[in-house]
């Protein structure tokens, strides 16, 4: 049986957080709704804060408007 290993883009991944953060979401579900480990998931976490795609609001990540329009438009582009 042979395990083919298919790695995301940075795109990708960053959809992932954001859709799963759409309507708020502890970074343990982050975690594991993207698949992803936590020392990956910190650093796109600070990544999106500091672009403004995502914001923290206590110990919930809020998607926000500049990260939907980012979902939409990697959306359209198939990424």
Do not use: C, P, W
Not at 7 to 26: D, M, P, Q, W
Not at 38 to 62: P, T
Request: hydrophobic share 40%; charged share 30%; net charge positive.
């Amino acid at each position: 049986m042979d395990v083919v290993i298919i790695r995301r883009s940075r795109t990708a991944i960053s959809v992932e957080i954001l859709r799963a953060a759409l309507e708020g979401a502890k970074k343990t579900h982050i975690v594991y709704r993207a698949n992803l480990n936590f020392e990956v998931v910190n650093r796109y976490l600070s990544l999106l804060k500091e672009k403004g795609l995502i914001e923290q609001k206590g110990n919930l990540y809020v998607t926000t408007d500049k990260g939907k329009e980012f979902q939409e438009i990697a959306k359209e582009l198939g990424l």
